[in-house]
């Protein structure tokens, strides 16, 4: 199949790249443009107590006063507010009322700290946009009119809540994407200019995935609209990197193996053609992998995860497809001329350090196995210590970001909790009116709970059927002491809920409750999944039933020494409180889908000399000479480029580049380089049971179906490496 799709793309170029132009145009002039939900609640189902707790909010009290954005008002010079001061502060709450800004509903002052050195307004906005962008711009207009009244006072007015929030955070992604983008895009460029020497082949990728990247793009936004997914701004940061990270990759693959073949003396065409065929199918089994690890994600309980899921599948899925056509159409259609002005690639190096590398493999399988083995295992203790945290607002963005400065002042002048106070809604469960005697007990016993600072019923709807209790907690919302709160508040809500009567929890700190159930789930189910899908395809890839497994374990062992390794740092080293709760998932999928590219191009070229004949130890040797050097490039390019995630500023972004980075890099120079062929050298004929995909062919096994390519490899081979003999 491979052989055809070379042959017609190569015979063809001018028209597949026609196709190609045609295809991006028609797609990204019709795209639809997609808005950006950045609101927390919007990542859970419905079925979860804090999604009840809302929903029962909006029905029993539509009107109610829950402020989107904080005004927090002290005095320049760090004293108490003055009686001047706070007729300073009731004017500007008034004047920005009558400012009629969009989605604003109510301004109203908030309560004095007990230092008497801040105070707040209240501001309430139209809760069905929550999270939407047109919030971030009334957050914007807000923040701007407030600094506007309060000059001429002594006052420094800082607008916080979860609306500035959400337009801190779309600003420091916009700066992220730019600096990501520009750092891959020179990372790529360099590295590849020293590889090849050769500036075409530096470019080329950039100008070919920059066109994927727009048809992707695209894609993805057909596909959100279609299936009404939840569209979220750090998506766009790592799909630049999944785009052009991946997209190297399958060039790289695709370029060392044409290279291989004009060095054995083919016609340029046909070269690619050779090129095509033989390296196809490594590229399809390791993108089919990447792809239905992605796609696991659909099995997520979180909408974030739902998201990315399918978004990152398609990334890929159009990578894929590009690399089998659009990047040998266009390099074929150059010619050798892409490698211009080096002349290096017309020759193998007579001392290679990978066929050194080889050879230690091929004489040392057990010790090589061993070594790489225990490195990742001592790596992998780190994960004991693993914490999760669930506050996306500041993971997301500086703590130097407006919004974040207020966050930590209220945290400091008010009780933690009171920025985002706990809601229990007690409703009669037959339709009849509460009974109002045994509110003030309710309270009494939610406000005994361990954890909780107060607790006393704040309102009561119309019908008298529901009322609203505040509970405010002695801590953060995101932080794990208050999880670990509201899940007893929950319990007493609960159990202390009146005969006739139903309790659910609701506010910020119940939703990261939900949120830790729903990561849980996540782990349980699509970790297996994606796992034995990855499974079915090396199996089907390597005819093979012993195979997947070794090679899956490996892959599990970097996951483990990737976390371990993130933990160390971010944890231990940077004393971070946990890292964000959904990093293993999203390490998980990258370190063990993008791991598994490496280990299949290894594998898939270990068989192939397996099949000219070679013992198992040899056929490794040759495997790590031939297939090393792309592993190699590839490697450090995708692991590059999702550090410069690093350059982002924000917690968030630095941890999942640093994880996925240093998951990357176990990935290629310690499994596929060393720690897979070794153990395929080990159990030899035996990993291709019940298959024979490692059996020479015919007798001596020369070149049968392999054209030109390997007669010449062999006389290179075994002109200068004592490796390369028949075994």
Do not use: C
């Not at 009171?418 to 037959?430: G, I, M, N, Q």
């Not at 550090?643 to 290629?668: D, K, R, Y």
């Amino acid at each position: 199949m491979f052989r055809r799709i070379g042959n017609a793309v190569v015979r063809h170029p001018i028209w597949t790249i026609v196709a190609w132009l045609i295809a991006a145009v028609a797609i990204v002039a019709t795209a639809p443009s997609l808005p950006s939900n950045s609101d927390e609640s919007s990542f859970l189902p419905s079925s979860y107590e804090s999604i009840k707790a809302a929903d029962l909010q909006q029905k029993a009290f539509p009107s109610a006063f829950t402020p989107s954005a904080i005004a927090l008002y002290q005095r320049t010079d760090g004293g108490k507010l003055t009686a001047a001061d706070q007729k300073d502060v009731a004017r500007i709450t008034t004047e920005l009322g009558k400012k009629h800004i969009d989605q604003v509903q109510k301004v109203v002052p908030g309560p004095p700290s007990k230092d008497g050195k801040y105070t707040m307004t209240l501001v309430q906005m139209d809760s069905k946009n929550a999270g939407q962008p047109k919030q971030a711009d009334a957050a914007k207009e807000l923040r701007e009119q407030a600094k506007e009244l309060a000059k001429g006072t002594h006052l420094d007015v800082k607008l916080g809540g979860s609306a500035a929030q959400a337009l801190d955070q779309q600003d420091s992604s916009k700066r992220g994407e730019a600096l990501i983008g520009i750092g891959t895009f020179v990372i790529i460029l360099v590295t590849l200019l020293i590889i090849f020497r050769a500036p075409i082949l530096a470019v080329l990728p950039l100008v070919l995935i920059g066109l994927v990247s727009a048809v992707a793009n695209g894609l993805i936004a057909y596909a959100t609209k279609l299936f009404g997914l939840q569209a979220n701004s750090s998506i766009s940061s790592i799909l630049i990197v999944v785009l052009f990270g991946v997209g190297t990759d399958y060039f790289l693959f695709l370029i060392f193996r044409y290279r291989e073949s004009l060095r054995a003396g083919d016609e340029p065409k046909q070269a690619m053609i050779n090129a095509v065929d033989r390296v196809g199918e490594a590229i399809a089994s390791a993108a089919g992998a990447v792809i239905i690890a992605f796609l696991a994600l659909v099995l997520s309980t979180l909408g974030f995860l739902k998201q990315m899921g399918p978004a990152l599948a398609i990334a890929v899925g159009a990578t894929l497809v590009a690399g089998l056509t659009l990047i040998p159409a266009v390099v074929s259609l150059i010619g050798p001329k892409v490698f211009w002005p080096s002349k290096s690639w017309q020759k193998e190096p007579q001392n290679a350090r990978f066929a050194a590398l080889g050879r230690g493999v091929q004489r040392r399988p057990a010790l090589t196995a061993i070594v790489s083995g225990l490195v990742l295992l001592v790596l992998s203790i780190g994960t004991l210590g693993y914490k999760a945290t669930f506050d996306l607002a500041s993971g997301s963005m500086p703590k130097t970001k407006e919004s974040m400065v207020v966050q930590d002042e209220m945290q400091k002048a008010y009780s933690a909790g009171a920025a985002a106070p706990t809601d229990v809604y007690l409703s009669s469960t037959d339709g009849k009116q509460l009974d109002g005697s045994r509110f003030k007990e309710y309270a009494r016993k939610l406000g005994e709970v361990d954890g909780v600072a107060s607790a006393r019923m704040t309102q009561l709807n119309k019908e008298g059927t529901t009322a609203d209790f505040t509970v405010t907690l002695k801590y953060e919302a995101s932080t794990d002491k208050a999880i670990d709160a509201v899940g007893r508040v929950r319990d007493v809500a609960h159990s202390a809920a009146p005969d006739g009567t139903e309790a659910v929890v609701g506010g910020m700190s119940s939703i990261y409750k939900d949120i830790d159930a729903a990561v849980n789930h996540d782990y349980r189910t699509v970790f297996p999944v994606a796992a034995l899908l990855i499974m079915i395809i090396l199996g089907l890839l390597l005819r093979s039933v012993v195979a997947p497994w070794y090679l899956i374990a490996s892959v599990g062992l970097g996951f483990g020494a990737t976390l371990g390794a993130t933990v160390w740092i971010f944890q231990d080293a940077q004393g971070h409180s946990g890292l964000m709760f959904m990093l293993p998932v999203i390490m998980y999928l990258f370190v063990v889908a993008i791991g598994t590219d490496y280990n299949i191009l290894m594998i898939a070229r270990l068989r192939e000399e397996a099949r000219e004949g070679r013992n198992p130890r040899e056929a490794a040797g040759m495997a790590l000479r031939h297939a090393g050097p792309t592993v190699a490039a590839a490697g450090f390019i995708l692991a590059a480029t999702f550090a410069t995630m690093m350059l982002a500023g924000n917690s968030l972004l630095s941890e999942m580049g640093f994880a996925v980075s240093f998951g990357i890099v176990v990935a290629a120079f310690v499994m596929a380089m060393f720690f897979t062929p070794s153990l395929t050298a080990l159990i030899g004929h035996a990993a291709w049971w019940p298959g024979h995909g490692d059996r020479a062919k015919t007798p001596g096994a020369g070149a049968a179906g392999s054209g030109t390519v390997r007669h010449a490899e062999d006389r290179d081979t075994t002109a200068h490496d004592p490796a390369g003999r028949r075994g």
